[in-house]
Structure formats: C-alpha cells, structure tokens
C-alpha cells in the first residue's frame, strides 16, 4: 500500500515544481501582465486528482 509507482512519482514531482510563486523577475519583464501563478494551488484547498 505505501509504494509509489514511478509514474505516480513523477507526476507528483512535476506538481510539486508547478507548486511555486512566479518569479519577480517575470512581473517587472512584462510589465505586470503576468502577474500571478495559475498552477499555483494550496494543499489543503484544492486536491491533486492522481490516479494510481
């Protein structure tokens, strides 16, 4: 019950890369267009849907 599959691990590795703030550097190159992380998500309000 508590193995992971790899797939499974990289899935979760990916999200957890995604997981991040943007960097300051990306607000001030565009002007403040982007101003946010759209992947963003907190774990105890939005769930990862991973099957496996």
């Known amino acids: 019950m508590g193995k992971k599959s790899m797939q499974k691990k990289m899935r979760l590795g990916k999200m957890r890369k995604r997981n991040r703030r943007i960097p300051v550097l ?27």
């Open 26 to 52: 990306a607000m001030v190159r565009t002007h403040r267009r982007v101003q946010y992380n759209k992947h963003q998500r907190d774990w105890r309000r939005r769930k990862l849907r991973i099957k496996g």
